[in-house]
């Protein structure tokens, strides 16, 4: 399964273009890092992917097969056209930034939430499921606590631990270790190369260039200058280079 953007002109608002130009191929079993300054549009170009933005111009597609010659290319996304939500849930999960759950349900409740997408699930099918993500996601002393009464930490755990829950094969999570303690980074970073290493289609928007270096796979780096724009892609030690960080963060490193 591979999502493929073509020509994708996106922003927030009708007219007001951010990106432009957008030609990049996702492909499954993957994990991206999608980097660059704040504001340079990785939440934006996120969005749109995961059919909650609208593109102004080109196209998403999703592919159901690597087979050139298979032709099983499905329109996600354009101008005219949005696959609806209920359709994506069954394939795709999404994390927003600074996520935060509003209702005061035990961490657990929180986590069946997410694997309630999973209608071809049999009861017993969903309760390994949500027993193996709250194990994964390092919530098993925390599963029966209100999830209101977590930290911010904990709970944006809990909510990566419910995106998970139904196992889906695009993943698409904004800055998922924002806020999270140095272990807890690793291991969140550690669980998305796992799902990349199953088989997943997983794009991180993230700042951390160690933690994108260590992790993954490719790095998606969008510049600002003169407008908003894909800079580079590619593995994170050809992208990840001095000159680069210069040029589109202004740091040596
Ligand atoms: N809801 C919105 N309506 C209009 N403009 C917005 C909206 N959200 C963000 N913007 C603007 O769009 C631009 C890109 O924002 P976006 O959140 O996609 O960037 P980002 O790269 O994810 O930034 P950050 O690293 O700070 O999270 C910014 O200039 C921002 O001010």
Known sequence: MNLVCNGLNTGYRRHAELLKDVDINFHS????????????GKSCLLKTV?????PLAGEVHLQHSTDAA???STLLASPRRQRPMRERAR???????????FWSLPVRDIVALGADARRDWSPEEAENAIELVLRQCQCQSIAERPVLELSAGEQQRVLLARVLAA????????????GLD??????????LKTQAEQGALVIAVMHDIALA???????????????A????????????QPETLYKVFGIRG
């Not at 196992?167 to 924002?178: G, N, S, Y």
């Not at 140095?182 to 669980?191: I, N, T």
Request: proline share 8%; aromatic share 6%.
């Open 29 to 40: 079993g993957v994990l991206y890092a999608l980097m660059g300054e704040n504001g340079a």
């Open 70 to 72: 298979a032709d099983t």
């Open 213 to 227: 270096r260590q992790f993954c796979d490719q790095v998606v780096l969008l510049g600002r200058e003169p407008s």
């Open 167 to 178: 196992k889906p094969r695009v993943l698409l999570v904004d800055e998922p270790t924002a």
């Open 182 to 191: 140095p272990r807890h980074q690793q291991s969140v970073m550690q669980l």
């Open 229 to 240: 724009h894909v800079f580079s892609v590619g593995k994170p030690d050809q992208v990840l």
């Open 50 to 54: 995961a059919g909650l933005l609208k």
């Open 91 to 101: 394939w795709q999960g999404y994390l927003e930034q600074q996520a935060r759950p």
